[in-house]
């Protein structure tokens, strides 16, 4: 997420039939794999250790990781593919330039309700850190948490909505955002979550291994396919690779098939690792793995502040990516001058931002857990890893009929299937 929003910034002034602005520096072979692992690797190891106890225990989740891997790195080679074909350096224009314009607005439909619904999954975890954080009124009251009095302004609600109105706000308003230099906090706090996960469970007196399933057998295949919104949230960084493929010095469709591997598989690995967390609390993991721990942890207090400062310099990045939106609107004032023009932007940014972060808070403060979320996420997500690499394989489909075309045409409708199973099945138990 981190590597799509300063990729996506640094594209947003220029159009679609433009090369990159920095067209100096290209990317060798470690620097993509690495931009790739910061495009995916964030919040959704939160969700992980959970995906792991729905999916029916260790084995299950890993094998349902490992036939998602084959879509995911597919996805990847198309659309990089697809990039070198059309010349173009965003997805969305990608799409829309081999799809036609129709499937290019849906693209662009479904990359703005995917920013928006990010935006709530920040604000989720947010929240579930600010509740943790009530540690430190129970030491200034010197009671413990069941004999506290209530009062609205110590309600880690209350807090953030203050955090919201007066942090991110004023953060999200100005058009120039230089707060993204510090975007690195989030692959700094992944790393250093999936390492305290582990040291947690290797220090802790009593962990219960939880490698047989959970569920029984008769409900297996259903748990299984419910950790798929969490792995397509998770692996996600289809929509930064064409930007990442397009800044490479070696573009050969060998090469960036490489990095797609290495990079898919190194998410893998990291994780898997979280099983850890899964192992320490077993069937009773809270869907946000640092809600499982206590309050008085201090080495995952740490964890919970780093999520917080990356989450809060990283949103007002969504919100000046989701502020597109506004273009056609002013495309339409453009003729009218100049002045005009830069007075409507600056109005419409100011309520643009308002709105957007009022519905998100809404929708954070009423949300029960973080899995909910992560499920539409998933669901949205299903069109950028199978549904439009599959239409761009199509639409540059023009060789005659023979065995490969056949193979490629089968496989394409397999991954067209699954993809769209995922969305509705995402979708429908988020909403559920």
Excluded at 82 to 101: D, F, P
Excluded at 387 to 393: A, E, Q, R, V
């Amino acid at each position: 997420m981190e590597e799509l929003a300063r990729e996506s910034i640094s594209l947003l002034a220029s159009t679609s039939d433009k090369p990159p602005l920095d067209v100096g520096h290209r990317l060798g072979s470690m620097g993509a794999v690495f931009i790739m692992l910061k495009s995916a690797l964030g919040a959704g190891l939160l969700n992980f250790p959970w995906a792991f106890s729905r999916a029916g225990g260790v084995r299950s989740a890993v094998t349902v990781e490992l036939i998602s891997l084959v879509f995911l790195i597919s996805g990847l080679i198309i659309l990089g593919y697809a990039s070198s074909i059309s010349r173009q350096h965003t997805y969305q224009a990608v799409v829309k330039k081999l799809c036609g314009t129709a499937i290019g607005q849906l693209c662009e439909i479904c990359f703005i309700f995917n920013l928006f619904m990010i935006s709530v999954a920040f604000l989720v975890v947010v929240n579930d850190q600010l509740e943790k954080c009530n540690t430190l009124y129970e030491l200034a009251t010197a009671l413990p948490k069941s004999e506290m009095p209530y009062h609205f302004y110590t309600d880690h609600r209350f807090a953030l909505v203050l955090l919201c109105f007066f942090l991110i706000m004023p953060m999200s308003i100005p058009k120039e955002i230089t707060i993204q230099k510090y975007t690195v906090l989030g692959t700094l706090a992944a790393t250093y979550l999936t390492v305290s996960i582990i040291i947690k469970y290797f220090t802790m007196p009593t962990a219960p291994d939880h490698r047989s399933p959970l569920y029984s057998s008769t409900g297996a295949w259903g748990s299984m396919f419910s950790v798929i919104p969490t792995i397509c949230f998770g692996f996600q960084c289809h929509e930064a690779s064409i930007a990442i493929y397009s800044s490479m010095e070696n573009q050969r469709l060998s090469h960036w098939a490489f990095v797609s591997v290495v990079a898919m598989i190194v998410c893998l690995v990291i994780y898997s690792l979280t099983v850890y967390g899964y192992l320490t609390f077993g069937k009773t993991v809270a869907p946000d793995i640092l809600m499982s721990y206590s309050n008085h942890d201090k080495l995952m207090l740490v964890a919970r502040l780093l999520f917080g400062v990356s989450i809060i310099t990283i949103y007002p990045i969504i919100v000046l990516l989701g502020s597109v939106i506004q273009d056609p609107l002013l495309s339409r004032w453009r003729r009218r001058g100049e002045a005009l023009m830069v007075k409507l932007e600056c109005r419409s940014r100011w309520v643009l931002t308002v709105l957007w972060i009022m519905m998100t808070l809404l929708i954070a403060l009423f949300v029960p857990d973080i899995s909910k979320v992560i499920g539409v996420i998933g669901g949205i997500s299903a069109f950028f890893i199978f549904i439009f690499p599959l239409c761009l394989m199509f639409a540059m489909q023009s060789e005659p009929v023979s065995c490969k075309t056949i193979t490629l045409t089968i496989w394409g409708a397999v991954t067209l299937i699954c993809g769209a199973f995922i969305f509705g099945q995402s979708t429908t138990i988020a909403v559920m």
